[in-house]
């Protein structure tokens, strides 16, 4: 059987039989020197890893990189191109577990997420969701980041 692009699913009560179900990979997202400043000046976070590529060229990774929160933050763009959930008042961002950063995302580099159901439960009247999503970097054999995103649909 092969890995799904995007599962789409009728009901939130749909969500209960996926787990261990795989999803992905998305389309490629290119990470440009662009979107970096542009996080940087979104959290003041100015470090020149991040933003100087005149310094980061003799730096440890020889060029600029992304914060590893910029790409977790990517994460949110992933999920619903991953999982589609149908018939919904609504979904929120319940919250993440494990978030690790085995890898750097250098300026200029393409991504694509992927991710696996590790869990589902009853939520009050919605399902409770854990989606564990690794931000892939194209070339690389290591991941960028590992996240468990948990989410809440309601019906």
Same mark, same amino acid.
Request: hydrophobic share 40%.
């Given at each position: ?116 159901? +590790?869990? *589902? $439960?009853?939520?009050?009247?919605? %399902?409770?969701? @854990?989606?564990? =999503?690794? +931000?892939? *970097? $194209?070339?690389?054999?290591?991941? %960028?980041?590992? @996240?468990?995103? =948990?989410? +809440?649909?309601?019906?």
């Amino acid at each position: 059987m092969s890995t799904p692009r995007q599962l789409v699913v009728n009901h939130p009560n749909d969500l209960f039989n996926l787990v261990g179900q795989t999803i992905g990979p998305t389309e490629p997202v290119r990470v440009e020197q662009s979107r970096i400043d542009q996080f940087a000046d979104a959290t003041d976070d100015h470090q020149w890893i991040h933003v100087d590529p005149v310094r980061a060229a003799d730096g440890p990774f020889g060029t600029t990189v992304a914060h590893g929160y910029l790409t977790l933050s990517l994460a949110n763009l992933f999920l619903p191109q991953l999982l589609q959930v149908n018939n919904v008042s609504m979904g929120v961002n319940y919250g993440a577990d494990n978030i690790r950063f085995p890898n750097i995302v250098r300026a200029g580099s393409q991504i694509t997420g992927r991710g696996e159901v +590790i869990s *589902v $439960e009853p939520n009050k009247t919605g %399902a409770k969701i @854990v989606v564990r =999503i690794t +931000i892939d *970097v $194209e070339g690389e054999e290591r991941p %960028a980041c590992v @996240v468990d995103t =948990i989410s +809440i649909f309601y019906p």
